[in-house]
């Protein structure tokens, strides 16, 4: 009978001399044989979504999703919270295992916001994408640097920057014309409602004329805002229309000097009399030339900076104006509705504040329920709109605030993960938007529309 290696070991462990000895033994030898363990497949990971925002309300809308460990059968999500979100319905088609081929349809109502991309293999293993997808209502203009206003029709103003402020092109865009430039070596600031006149200035304010475009037979002509003869730029940053015409009746901004004496900046408006454009001075809260008109109402209440302070310069009756600082630290008053009866700021880009007229007297300065850095203006519907208003501990966005502003605003979406949105204006009502995103890299003009 044949024995077991085991015995045969056991045997040779005997007993000599009473002590135990290992010996060794003639058979064959056991060798030991590793475990044969598989390797798991390592699963999917998702790097980018291309493009990567949509609209709410798109239907179809095809989206490269690039990655890594994708098979045939994968299915990508989009996901908010850790989970699908149903406001957006996703159909997969496999490419490679690099990239697949999504098509999503946005519902109207789908939240503004970040969405994770996830793909997930038919073995369930899954791989997610962070924050890689963004709904928003944001609308790039190409060939556009930023947008800077836009009246109740949706015609907008701007520039394309240049390598320096000569090089820069001011801009007229519309839905109907498309993109119109209007002069070389400027930029365009202000349009009134009737999109008949706009203002703005040369080689960034530095220099003269302040700019003055008129429509005329379907083109926009070149005209400028008189100046003192020491003027040695400036700049029209806003434009109040005729409550019943709509065209242009106010123009707010700055004539710039030079020197020792005087030099700076000087807070300006220019009305339309009879025979033309009439200048005329406003008085200042300090001598330091930091002065700054930024917006004007219809019945020429303006507002802006003087001497670091938020302030208002309100008609006196006599063709001339009086100046009050704003209650509160704000140092910038950034913009007013049509009636005159609400302005909103900020103080050092750090908080934002709107005031209301009660009477013949401003309210004390009021904050908005959201921590802004600038509430920049407010339309008619006293809606406010405001930058870099903290939305989560990783996210900044702009975002419009209803009255009594005591709910959720309205958050404006830009295009890229890390660069939030910049808004610089709203029109007085219908809704739209003006200002700037950044996108792969590059800033561009860009607008929205809320209503």
Known sequence: MSRSPFLRLVRCCMLTAGVPVLTSCAGPTETPV????????????????DPSYGYQGDVLKTVT???????????????????????LQVSTQFVSSTQLVATITIAPDAAIDFYDVSVTNPDRKKGIGYSLFQVTQATVVAETTVLRNANSSGELVGML?????????????SLGTGLVTLSTGAAAWAIDEAGKTISGNT???????????????GSWLGGALPVDPTAAGGNGRG??????????????????????????RRPRVWRLGIAGWERVLLPSVG???????????QDGVAVGTSAGHAVVWTPDGAGGYTVAALPGVANSANGINSAGDIIVGAQNGGLSYYWTLQGVVWSAARSLPISCKSAVDVDDAGRIVANDCVKSSTQTLPAVFLPPYTGTPIW????????????????????????QVTYKGATSGAYWKID
């Open 34 to 49: 590793s475990p044969n363990f598989a390797r798991a497949a390592a699963g999917p990971a998702v790097t980018s979504a």
């Open 65 to 87: 999703v690039t990655g890594s460990g994708f098979v045939n059968g994968a299915q990508a999500s989009w996901e908010r919270g850790g989970g699908a979100d149903p406001k």
């Open 161 to 173: 920057a240049g390598s320096s402020g000569s090089q820069n092109v001011a801009l007229y865009y």
């Open 203 to 217: 080689n960034g304010g530095s220099s003269l004329p302040i700019r003055l475009w008129s429509l005329s037979g």
């Open 239 to 264: 434009i109040a229309s005729d409550p019943v015409t709509g065209t242009a009746a106010y123009i707010a901004g700055i004539e710039s000097f030079v020197g020792k004496k005087g030099g700076g």
């Open 287 to 297: 001598t330091d030339g930091s002065d700054v008109v930024e917006e004007i109402s």
């Open 412 to 435: 404006l979406g830009g295009l890229e993960k890390n660069s939030p949105p910049h808004v610089e204006a709203m029109s007085l009502a219908n809704g739209w938007i003006a200002g």
